[in-house]
């Protein structure tokens, strides 16, 4: 399974919605909380290509995006084989 990264704040209704998916089909990510973490932010908007909103979400080196992005991916049955590349 592919290593799944979140960057997060803990006040987003949209990240927790998020990590609850991940959590329903079991699969084990790494939060990076942009406010408690140093740098992370910035990180973030880097690999992100500029998109400055929480949830960032990747999937290996796969940007998927916010949440509606990875509710859609899953909808459209493209999240578990992301997944499980």
Not at 54 to 75: E, K, M, N, S, W
Request: aromatic share 8%; charged share 20%.
């Amino acid at each position: 399974m592919q290593p799944v990264t979140i960057y997060t704040t803990a006040w987003c209704p949209y990240c927790s919605a998020a990590k609850s998916l991940l959590r329903e089909k079991n699969v084990a990510f790494t939060e990076i909380d942009v406010e408690k973490t140093v740098g992370a932010r910035a990180a973030m908007v880097q690999r992100a290509g500029g998109r400055t909103s929480v949830p960032q979400i990747f999937v290996g080196d796969t940007h998927v995006g916010g949440c509606d992005d990875l509710y859609a991916l899953d909808r459209a049955g493209r999240l578990d084989p992301l997944l499980a590349a």
